[in-house]
Antibody, heavy 115, light 109 residues
Framework: QVQLVESGGGLVKPGGSLRLSCAAS????????MMWIRQAPGKGLEWVSY????????YYADSVKGRFTISRDNAKNSLYLQMNSLRAEDTAVYYC????????WGQGTLVTVSS | QAVVTQEPSLTVSPGGTVTLTCGSS?????????PYWFQQKPGQAPRTLIY???NKHSWTPARFSGSLLGGKAALTLSGAQPEDEAEYYC?????????FGTGTKVTVL
C-alpha cells in the first residue's frame, strides 16, 4: 500500500527534544524529495523543512533553523525530524509529505510542548 | 521570509465558478515559484490538487485548474460541488525554501 505513516509525537516540556519518524511504503522512497509540514491547532499550514532524494540538499523554515534537523535513511524508507529546544509555539500536528510533487501525505502526529 | 497572501474566504453557488489567488510579498508569482495548491477538509490531512502551477494529480477533479493570473497563482473551480467546501492553501518555492499561503475557506452555498 502506498502510504506515509508518521510516529513519535507526544507531550514534551519546553526546552525538551523529540524525534519524529515517517515510514514510507509502496513506492521508491529514494527517488523523491520529502518535506515536513506542521499545523498548529486551529491554524494554517506551515512548511518546516525539505530534504532532497539523496539527502544532500536541505532547507529549513526560519522558525526552526538551528533547532530542528531533517534526515532520511533510504535503506529503511524512512524520514526523520529531530526537534530540539522545543517551544510552546512548536505545538502542532506534524505531517510528512512527498512521493513526487507531494502526492502523498501522512495522517500527522501531534506534538504538544507544555509544562 | 516572504509572505504569501490568499483571500480569507470565498463563497460559490453549486455549479458556479470561483477563482482563488495566491500573491507574494516579493513581487509577481511566476512559474519559478512552482506553485502548489492543496485542499484540506476538517479533521483530515491536506491533499495535493495542483503542482508546478497547473499540473494535476490523477485524483484531481477536472473542475479544478491552476494558472498564473495578474501576477499571482490562481486556482479556478468551475462547476462547484458541495464536496468542494474546504480550506485551500497555496505553497510557493523561494529558491529552496517554501512558504504556505494564509489559506482560503471556500463555502459552497
Amino acid at each position: 500500500q502506498v502510504q506515509l505513516v508518521e510516529s513519535g509525537g507526544g507531550l514534551v516540556k519546553p526546552g525538551g527534544s523529540l524525534r519524529l519518524s515517517c515510514a514510507a511504503s509502496g513506492f521508491t522512497f529514494s527517488d523523491y524529495y520529502m518535506m515536513w509540514i506542521r499545523q498548529a491547532p486551529g491554524k494554517g499550514l506551515e512548511w518546516v523543512s525539505y530534504i532532497s532524494s539523496s539527502g544532500s540538499t536541505i532547507y529549513y523554515a526560519d522558525s526552526v533553523k538551528g533547532r530542528f534537523t531533517i534526515s532520511r535513511d533510504n535503506a529503511k524508507n524512512s524520514l526523520y525530524l529531530q526537534m530540539n529546544s522545543l517551544r510552546a509555539e512548536d505545538t502542532a500536528v506534524y505531517y510528512c509529505a512527498g512521493g513526487g510533487y507531494c502526492r502523498l501525505w501522512g495522517q500527522g502526529t501531534l506534538v504538544t510542548v507544555s509544562s | 521570509q516572504a509572505v504569501v497572501t490568499q483571500e480569507p474566504s470565498l463563497t460559490v453557488s453549486p455549479g458556479g465558478t470561483v477563482t482563488l489567488t495566491c500573491g507574494s510579498s516579493t513581487g509577481a508569482v511566476t512559474s519559478g515559484h512552482y506553485p502548489y495548491w492543496f485542499q484540506q477538509k476538517p479533521g483530515q490531512a491536506p491533499r495535493t490538487l495542483i503542482y508546478d502551477t497547473s499540473n494535476k494529480h490523477s485524483w484531481t477533479p477536472a473542475r479544478f485548474s491552476g494558472s498564473l493570473l495578474g501576477g499571482k497563482a490562481a486556482l479556478t473551480l468551475s462547476g462547484a460541488q458541495p464536496e468542494d467546501e474546504a480550506e485551500y492553501y497555496c505553497l510557493l518555492s523561494y529558491s529552496g525554501a517554501y512558504v504556505f499561503g494564509t489559506g482560503t475557506k471556500v463555502t459552497v452555498l
